[in-house]
């Protein structure tokens, strides 16, 4: 058996042409979405999420700005920029490229970005609504990987659904969002003790954790959908996922590639959160 490639690339296309057109409509009525990314540092991979992150956007009519800061910058000196674009009223969505360096409080700052405008997820407002089940934005990754579900048409109710990896970015509302689908939802991390019998029982396996190649054949169920979330730099410099692809995709129903699997619908996510803070702004 040879697994169904989940093509995140052809969905996140398919996605952001609605977003577009949606983008559209709302400028026909004079609304005109815009977005504010803060970078701190010159990390290689957070560039290059952020330029893709600035190019969809732009893409679908939604104006964007970078506010870059050296890596030394106070945490006095971005909560002032965040205060700023949070009274902006041409910024609709506010996000805070991560990590940030040591120095800097990451849970204040995130907590900083006004809710209305948080269209990461990643305020404690929308960590609580996600919660109770009534989400304002879902982090992009987590609602990204439920489209990728949904439009590939996998059983979700009834499920059990493995989740490795407990971040608040992604494992975390990954697990609530598969609650609310009726799955039956285990979180596993570094301390899960024997993770390839947990792995093993998964009709749904996400592997959320950067460790490369931490997910062989031996650890997927057969038929089993897998979603790889890692994003890893191999001995060559080729990025790769969690999951041992060529080893796995002989044994799952369906698997995303990495390239090409979740990362692209992270960032059609974001378009689409940013939309929807806008639409909410003018709404008021």
Do not use: W
């Not at 907590?111 to 089940?133: C, I, N, T, Y």
């Not at 979740?262 to 940013?274: F, H, I, K, S, Y």
């Amino acid at each position: 058996m040879t697994a169904r490639i989940i093509d995140g690339k052809a969905h996140a296309a398919a996605l952001r042409a609605e977003l577009k057109v949606a983008s559209a409509a709302l400028a026909a009525r004079g609304i005109h979405p815009g977005l504010a990314v803060v970078v701190v540092g010159e990390n290689a991979a957070s560039r290059t999420y952020v330029r893709n992150k600035v190019r969809a956007c732009e893409e679908a009519g939604i104006a964007s700005r970078v506010r870059q800061f050296p890596a030394d910058v106070s945490e006095a000196e971005l909560l002032a920029c965040l205060d700023e674009l949070n009274g902006d009223v041409g910024v609709d969505g506010v996000l805070v490229q991560l990590p940030l360096p040591p120095h800097i409080d990451e849970a204040r700052i995130l907590a900083a970005v006004m809710r209305e405008k948080d269209v990461d997820g990643f305020h404690v407002h929308s960590a609580g609504a996600l919660l109770v089940g009534a989400p304002h934005f879902v982090p992009c990754t987590p609602a990204g990987i439920m489209y990728l579900l949904e439009k590939e048409r996998v059983a979700i109710g009834g499920q059990h659904a493995v989740v490795v990896g407990r971040s608040n970015i992604v494992g975390k509302p990954l697990a609530l969002l598969l609650l609310q689908k009726d799955a039956t939802v285990t979180i596993c991390h570094s301390k899960t003790p024997d993770l390839a019998t947990h792995a093993r029982r998964a009709d749904i396996l996400i592997a959320a954790v950067g460790q490369m190649n931490l997910v062989g054949a031996a650890m997927v169920k057969p038929g089993a959908c897998v979603i790889d979330v890692g994003t890893n730099r191999d001995s060559a410099g080729k990025l790769c996922g969690d999951v041992d692809f060529d080893a796995v995709k002989d044994v799952a129903g369906c698997i995303t590639p990495v390239p090409g699997g979740v990362g692209p619908m992270t960032v059609a996510m974001l378009v689409a959160n940013t939309l929807r803070a806008a639409t909410l702004r003018n709404r008021k």
